[in-house]
C-alpha cells in the first residue's frame, strides 16, 4: 500500500466538504458519490463549529474509506487526530505547522493555506507536506479575497517544491484556464458540493486533470 505522502503526490483532485455550504446529511452523499468516483483527497471544513458532528462525520468518514483516500479535517489538529483523520489542513492565522506536527502522530499530513509566494516558501520550511493555492478565482468562501493574476499562479507553479493544489471558485468550465498555468492539482468544493450530479462532475475533473497529465 501506498504511503500518505506518496499518495498525496499522485493526487489531483481535492474535495472540500464545507458545513458552509451544505448540512451534514448532504456532505454524506456528496462525499460517497466523490470518492466513488474518482475524488484523491477530502477536506472536511467546519466552520461553524459544530464539534460533535464533525467528529461523528470524520470516524464515519475514515471506516468508509479505509485508508484508500487521505480524509482531512480543516483547522483542529485535535478534531482530526480523536477522529482517526489521516492529516489536518491549516490557515495563516491558525495552529503553525510546527505546533500542528507535535501535537499529532508522524505519519499525519498537514496541508498549509498560502496566498503568496512568500506563504508558500514559508510553508516550505515548515515542513508542511502540500499547500493550497488561492484563491484563484472569485469565491463565496471567501468573499473578501479578489481573483488572481493566472500569470501568477505559473509563477507559483514553477517555483513549488511540494504539491500545490489551486483552490477558489474553479469549476469544470474554468479548469482549463488554471492547467493552461502548469497547476497539476486543483481543490473543489461548491462546483461539485452544488452540482446536480456530483458523480459527473467529479469525473468530468478527472478527465481534465488526467489530460493535463
Not at 479535517?73 to 490557515?91: E, I, P, S
Not at 502540500?130 to 468573499?143: D, E, L
Request: with cysteine; hydrophobic share 45%.
Amino acid at each position: 500500500m501506498k504511503s500518505k505522502k506518496m499518495r498525496l503526490k499522485d493526487s489531483s483532485l481535492y474535495l472540500v466538504l464545507d458545513t458552509g455550504v451544505c448540512d451534514y446529511p448532504k456532505l454524506w452523499e456528496v462525499f460517497q458519490a466523490g470518492v466513488n468516483n474518482g475524488v484523491d483527497i477530502v477536506q472536511l471544513r467546519d466552520k461553524l463549529g459544530n464539534v460533535p458532528q464533525a467528529l461523528e462525520f470524520t470516524r464515519r468518514a475514515r471506516c468508509y474509506l479505509k485508508k484508500a483516500v487521505p480524509f482531512i479535517v480543516n483547522d483542529r489538529a485535535d478534531l482530526a487526530y480523536a477522529g482517526g483523520a489521516c492529516g489536518v489542513h491549516v490557515g495563516q492565522d491558525d495552529l503553525p505547522v510546527a505546533a500542528a506536527r507535535k501535537m499529532l502522530p508522524r505519519s499525519f499530513l498537514v496541508g498549509k493555506s498560502c496566498q503568496t509566494l512568500a506563504h508558500l516558501q514559508e510553508a516550505e520550511r515548515e515542513g508542511a507536506d502540500y499547500a493550497g493555492f488561492g484563491s484563484v478565482f472569485k469565491t463565496k468562501t471567501k468573499p473578501e479575497r479578489l481573483p488572481m493574476d493566472l500569470g501568477f499562479l505559473r509563477e507559483v507553479a514553477g517555483a513549488a517544491r511540494l504539491p500545490v493544489f489551486a483552490i477558489g471558485g474553479i469549476t469544470i468550465d474554468n479548469i482549463d484556464l488554471v492547467l493552461a498555468q502548469g497547476i497539476k492539482r486543483v481543490a473543489v468544493c461548491r462546483a461539485i458540493l452544488l452540482a446536480r450530479d456530483p458523480a459527473q462532475i467529479v469525473r468530468e475533473f478527472k478527465k481534465a486533470l488526467m489530460v493535463e497529465r
